[in-house]
């Protein structure tokens, strides 16, 4: 159902920000920027999945106040893996919210998968062969 | 905390509002020579058409290989930077073909889609010689490969790109798992624009 996809995928974006924001703190000097633009970027996606789930009727989930990271982040290297994790989890989330959608949603959501696979590929320095397909690695 | 306003971004906006009209006018087209009822949702189209799409979607993909092949045989310096790519691209024409069914053509058989935007060089064309650098004999099917390796990635880029921004505005006349498999590889083929023009 397109209201549940579409809640997984802001729950995805509220720990993406979240994320970004322990990223931000650690990643080094010179990718300080790309974090501070992703970090800004997903905040906007968020904001668009609320009104989006609104927009279908349903209750917003809200942020939770910390999320439980994947592994330990002591360092920019960390950071950086960091990063490329959320954009593949997020490529995930919105994988589905495609298959989920119609029209205007689905093309929204293939945008956005898009603009995950790109960054996670810019984080690790390179691609996977199906960006958001599990089934598929 | 109140947030701050997002960014006016007018260039992706437009371009999600043109492909998103683009994609209205396949979806109604799909719906109707698939002859569904006023009532049936993208959920009750019939199985050919998302087939169709699919296998078409595999020769899209042959071909670009094929472009693959033949800048490599004209450049094999950019071997190591353009054969995990000429890959990924054999193994989505191997996944879209395998989804598209037994009865889908394979994509090496069928012929390649006409798109004026993604030009499809035969993998057998003979390489130009080393000697005579950009001196692809031009056909009027068949764009030369350039001889300066700098532009022969841009038309590769250029073909990645034309495939996946049309493969994106094709998705809403899909089924819904058809459409996350084509979204997936579009979103590799930005990923191989990323990749082929990050110097």
């Given at each position: 159902?397109?209201?549940?996809?579409?809640?997984?995928?802001?729950?995805?974006?509220?720990?993406?920000?979240?994320?970004?924001?322990?990223?931000?703190?650690?990643?080094?000097?010179?990718?300080?920027?790309?974090?501070?633009?992703?970090?800004?970027?997903?905040?906007?996606?968020?904001?668009?999945?609320?009104?989006?789930?609104?927009?279908?009727?349903?209750?917003?989930?809200?942020?939770?106040?910390?999320y439980a990271l994947p592994f330990e982040v002591p360092d920019g290297e960390a950071a950086v893996r960091l990063a490329a994790e959320l954009e593949e989890r997020?490529?995930?989330?919105?994988?589905?919210?495609?298959?989920?959608?119609?029209?205007?949603?689905?093309?929204?959501?293939?945008?956005?998968?898009?603009?995950?696979?790109?960054?996670?590929?810019?984080?690790r320095g390179g691609g996977v062969a199906f960006p958001g397909l599990a089934e598929m690695a | 905390m109140p947030l701050p306003p997002s960014r006016p971004r007018s260039g992706p906006r437009r371009r999600t509002l043109l492909a998103s009209a683009a994609g209205t006018a396949a979806a109604l087209l799909a719906a109707c020579s698939a002859g569904s009822s006023p009532g049936g949702s993208a959920a009750r189209r019939t199985p050919t058409a998302d087939q169709r799409a699919l296998s078409r979607a595999a020769a899209d993909s042959a071909g670009l290989a094929a472009l693959y092949d033949a800048v490599l045989a004209v450049h094999p310096g950019l071997q190591a930077r353009l054969t995990p790519l000429r890959d990924t691209v054999r193994r989505h024409a191997e996944v879209l073909a395998e989804r598209a069914g037994p009865a889908a053509p394979s994509p090496s058989a069928s012929a390649p889609s006409p798109s004026p935007s993604a030009p499809v060089p035969s993998p057998s064309a003979p390489a130009p010689s080393a000697s005579a650098p950009g001196a692809a004999a031009p056909s009027a099917s068949r764009p030369a490969v350039p001889g300066e390796e700098k532009q022969a990635l841009r038309l590769v880029a250029d073909a990645e790109r034309d495939l996946a921004g049309r493969r994106g505005r094709e998705l809403s006349g899909l089924g819904g798992e058809p459409a996350r498999l084509l979204a997936s590889v579009a979103a590799a083929g930005a990923v191989h624009v990323y990749l082929l023009e990050d110097d």
């Amino acid at each position: 159902m397109s209201l549940e996809a579409t809640q997984a995928a802001l729950r995805a974006e509220h720990a993406a920000v979240y994320g970004y924001g322990v990223v931000g703190g650690r990643v080094g000097d010179d990718r300080r920027s790309e974090a501070r633009e992703a970090f800004e970027a997903h905040r906007a996606r968020r904001d668009a999945l609320v009104r989006a789930v609104r927009d279908l009727g349903g209750e917003p989930t809200a942020a939770e106040a910390a999320y439980a990271l994947p592994f330990e982040v002591p360092d920019g290297e960390a950071a950086v893996r960091l990063a490329a994790e959320l954009e593949e989890r997020l490529a995930g989330v919105y994988a589905d919210l495609v298959r989920a959608g119609r029209g205007e949603r689905r093309r929204a959501a293939a945008d956005a998968l898009r603009d995950a696979a790109v960054r996670a590929a810019r984080w690790r320095g390179g691609g996977v062969a199906f960006p958001g397909l599990a089934e598929m690695a | 905390m109140p947030l701050p306003p997002s960014r006016p971004r007018s260039g992706p906006r437009r371009r999600t509002l043109l492909a998103s009209a683009a994609g209205t006018a396949a979806a109604l087209l799909a719906a109707c020579s698939a002859g569904s009822s006023p009532g049936g949702s993208a959920a009750r189209r019939t199985p050919t058409a998302d087939q169709r799409a699919l296998s078409r979607a595999a020769a899209d993909s042959a071909g670009l290989a094929a472009l693959y092949d033949a800048v490599l045989a004209v450049h094999p310096g950019l071997q190591a930077r353009l054969t995990p790519l000429r890959d990924t691209v054999r193994r989505h024409a191997e996944v879209l073909a395998e989804r598209a069914g037994p009865a889908a053509p394979s994509p090496s058989a069928s012929a390649p889609s006409p798109s004026p935007s993604a030009p499809v060089p035969s993998p057998s064309a003979p390489a130009p010689s080393a000697s005579a650098p950009g001196a692809a004999a031009p056909s009027a099917s068949r764009p030369a490969v350039p001889g300066e390796e700098k532009q022969a990635l841009r038309l590769v880029a250029d073909a990645e790109r034309d495939l996946a921004g049309r493969r994106g505005r094709e998705l809403s006349g899909l089924g819904g798992e058809p459409a996350r498999l084509l979204a997936s590889v579009a979103a590799a083929g930005a990923v191989h624009v990323y990749l082929l023009e990050d110097d």
